[in-house]
């Protein structure tokens, strides 16, 4: 018996500790994955509903609103996450030098947008955007427009303003990520490139990206997840309007239970799509976070 | 320093004072709206006015039961953040403290449920909770319920893995002084642990709070009915009416902003803490 290991007693009560937490999660989580997988066979409207096999799959290779909604979702994926995620390391190096004055003032400023809640900065963005809002307004001021934009209702602008309206969120949180983990980067290092005349683009692709490699890797998979699981915004933005041209996946899930007939398998099925994206993703992620090492 | 780097540093202070302008101007506008008439803020106005208690006397006056909501996001906040420094820190300490190889594995079961999206829960937790509706003993976490919306939160594996994480900082010659001194586990965990980790309490207090404060979409499926709704379900609903009151529901806005935001300016380092998972201290 080595030394760690606990008597006992202290084993029951150390159970004791975590078992309300893991009833929780079993209940909440685990249980509910687990039934969502076999829901996924079942056809039907709402408790009436029969083992269809792979019938709710097949449904999806045809069904032309949940392509739109996967293609959105991806679409918002592989423009957001990569102008974000540049943006937010652009913005921490700045930060990071010693010698910037308000340092934590602008800190402050570009970390404020996480304070508000998704709904709130949805529904201020939507006014800001609309027909005869501001930002029209400004654009018309400035005469780079002579008409309005149609934000709200114009399929290419909707999108746009979603894209705008995540990065404005959430490039102050991914910098955060970024600061931290420059702080830990010795000051030494950066000198001494400066001294051997290092421009400042070089010491932030051959030392500062480096560096933060799995950091970024981290922050890059969470927002992965956060995207393809993106609701809160285009439910109140653009309702996934016009013509579903913003719809999500996850908004097409809470369509199918809530605004049609619920058709419980089909949804699920629907959601299964997401698991596999983010599983997938996730480890391709991780592998290429690992090749360039 | 040479003709070149000074332009990139005043590029820099250019570039980051834009970024900031564009940070803080959705917040200058959401007071500048809250303080004007509609009409005004349509015209684009730019200064405060006047009219922000006729926009409060309004909001409340209106039938959007906007006190209510207030009520409700508080208790449910409130709530939740209590149980789950309890529930989550309880098992994150132990999963730390009382290390063991069986224990490890479920702790690496637990920290999978991180990657299982809401959108796959969302159907079976629907008709879960709807079961609940039908068992007496349950009814208080059944669909429409403040129970139904606290009780999903109160376990989460981010909170699981930040308190084992910090606990890690924990001096554990304090847990073996306590057991020579006769305290009881639980009391070494509520009487010494508790007290001693007060800051890591702090940062996970803010971002419990703030998640649950803000939480959309588990409230706009499990409570339907107009008295149980939170404050973002009340405000989405004001942002889709047709001829939006912008001064009205700027105000609604601002009032639901205002918790998070002095939690931010207080707590500025818990809060960047709680974010990010990590504390020192």
Redo the contacts between chains.
């Keep these: 018996m080595n030394k ?3 008597s006992n007693r ?2 029951r ?3 004791l ?2 078992v ?3 009833v ?2 079993v ?7 687990i ?2 997988f076999f ?1 996924s066979f079942q056809t039907g409207i709402a408790n009436n509903t029969e083992f269809g096999g792979l019938a709710n799959y097949q449904r999806l290779i045809t069904d032309s609103t949940f392509k739109k909604a996967l293609f959105n979702t991806v679409l918002f994926l592989i423009i957001q996450v990569p102008v974000m995620i540049l943006l937010a390391l652009i ?1 921490s190096s ?2 990071n ?1 010693k010698k ?2 308000c340092r934590g ?2 800190r ?21 955007f609309a027909n ?3 930002i029209n ?2 654009l018309m001021n400035l005469h780079v427009i002579g008409e309005p934009i149609n934000w709200l209702t114009n399929a290419t602008f909707a999108r746009i303003l979603i894209i705008i309206a995540i990065t ?1 969120r959430w490039t ?2 991914n910098m ?2 970024y600061l ?1 983990g420059l702080q830990s980067i010795d000051d030494s290092i950066y000198e001494a490139s400066s001294i051997d005349g290092a421009s ?1 683009f070089q010491k932030f692709r051959y030392m500062t990206l480096p560096l933060l490699k799995p950091i970024i890797l981290f922050t890059t998979i969470n927002s992965t ?1 956060g995207t ?2 993106l ?2 915004e285009t ?2 933005i653009t ?1 996934g309007g016009p013509a579903n041209t913003t719809i999500t ?2 908004q097409y ?2 369509n199918l ?2 605004k049609y007939q619920p058709n ?1 398998g089909y ?2 099925a629907v ?2 799509v ?2 596999v994206l ?2 997938v993703l ?1 480890f391709i992620q991780m592998k290429v976070g690992d090749r360039n090492e | 320093m040479s003709k070149k780097s000074r332009v ?1 540093n005043v590029l ?2 250019v ?3 834009i ?2 302008i ?3 101007f ?2 200058f ?2 007071i500048i ?1 809250a303080t004007n008439k509609s009409v005004d ?2 015209k ?1 106005t730019m200064v405060p006015g006047t009219y922000l208690l006729e926009n409060i006397k309004n909001l409340m006056g209106s039938d959007l039961q906007y006190l209510t909501a207030f009520k409700n996001s508080l208790i449910i906040a409130v709530v939740t953040t209590a149980l789950a420094m309890v ?2 820190s ?2 994150g ?3 730390e ?4 190889k069986a ?1 490890d594995r ?1 702790f690496s ?2 920290l999978l ?1 991180m ?14 909770f709807s079961k609940f509706n039908n068992i007496p003993v349950l009814k208080w976490i059944g669909l429409n319920s403040t129970g139904s919306v606290i ?2 939160a ?2 989460t ?1 981010f909170l ?1 893995f930040f308190f084992r994480q910090n606990t890690k900082t924990f001096p554990r010659e304090l847990i073996e002084a306590s057991r020579i001194d006769g305290l009881g ?2 009391k070494i ?1 509520t009487k010494i642990y508790m007290p001693t980790m007060k800051s890591t309490y702090a940062a996970a207090v803010v971002v419990t709070f ?1 998640a649950s ?2 939480n ?2 588990w409230p ?2 499990a409570l339907q009915s107009e008295e149980k709704r939170t ?2 379900l009340v ?2 609903a ?3 009416s047709y001829t ?1 009151d ?1 001064g009205m ?2 105000t609604a ?1 601002v009032i ?2 205002l918790p ?2 002095i ?2 300016f207080i707590m ?1 380092k818990q809060f ?1 803490a709680g ?2 998972g ?1 504390v020192k201290g």
Excluded at chain 1, 113 to 128: H, N
Excluded at chain 2, 97 to 100: E, G, L, N, Q
Excluded at chain 2, 120 to 125: E, T
């Design positions: 760690h290991s606990v202290l084993n009560r150390a159970w500790f975590i309300p937490s893991l929780l999660l209940s909440f989580v685990f249980y509910p994955m039934q969502a829901t913005i700045m930060l030098n910037l004055k003032l602008f402050t400023a570009i970390f404020l947008p996480c304070v508000t809640s998704l709904v709130a900065y949805s529904i201020i963005f939507k006014s800001l005869d809002g501001f307004g400004l404005w102050g949180y955060i990520f931290s400042a997840i393809l699981q609701f809160d439910m109140n309702q996946i996850s899930i809470y239970l809530f419980f949804a699920a959601s299964y997401i698991v983010i599983v996730s | 990139m820099q202070y570039v980051l004072t970024l900031s564009i940070s803080i959705p917040f506008w959401m709206a803020v349509t684009g529930v989550s309880a098992a300490y132990a999963f403290v009382y290390k063991s224990r479920v079961i637990v449920s990657m299982v999206p809401f959108a796959a829960l969302m159907v079976p937790l629907f008709r879960l009780i999903i109160v376990a594996a699981i586990e639980f965990f703030m404060w803000n959309y979409l706009l499926i404050l973002p405000i989405s004001m942002g889709s939006p912008y529901i700027m806005v639901a902003t998070t935001a939690i931010f500025q960047v974010m990010t990590s």
